[in-house]
């Protein structure tokens, strides 16, 4: 599996980001991609997840603010980012999962300015 993402970037408190993950290299469809963040001196934490076929997560910090979707595009999904907060500054990893099988990509920074 090779995962893609893309999106990130500087942006002033307010504003809006989108993210996309593209899984590559892989056979069939994934039971659920999601999002996790990790800022600096901070543990990785939770963000969204899209479950295929069914619901989308998210956590507290994000929820009303952050939409997970799923893209035209097979084995991808975008997170949209409004009302971006200086504690949305973080190193954003997009994780899929099909089975029992996780994987991680690269992650994309994205800066939110006050």
């Known amino acids: 599996v090779q995962l893609q993402a893309s999106g990130g970037g500087l942006v002033q408190t307010g504003g809006s980001l989108r993210l996309s993950c593209r899984a590559s290299?892989?056979?069939?469809?994934?039971?659920?991609m999601g999002w996790y963040r990790q800022a600096p001196g901070r543990l990785r934490e939770y963000v969204a997840t899209?479950?295929?076929?069914?619901?989308?997560l998210y956590a507290d910090s994000v929820k009303d603010r952050f939409t997970i979707s799923r893209a035209s595009a097979e084995n991808t999904v975008n997170l949209q980012m409004t009302s971006l907060k200086p504690e949305d500054t973080a190193v954003y990893y997009c994780?899929?999962?099909?089975?029992?099988?996780?994987?991680w990509g690269q992650g994309t920074q994205v800066t939110v300015s006050s």
């Open positions: 994780r899929v999962q099909k089975g029992g099988v996780v994987s």
């Open positions: 290299r892989v056979t069939g469809r994934f039971d659920r």
């Open positions: 899209y479950i295929f076929g069914g619901n989308q």
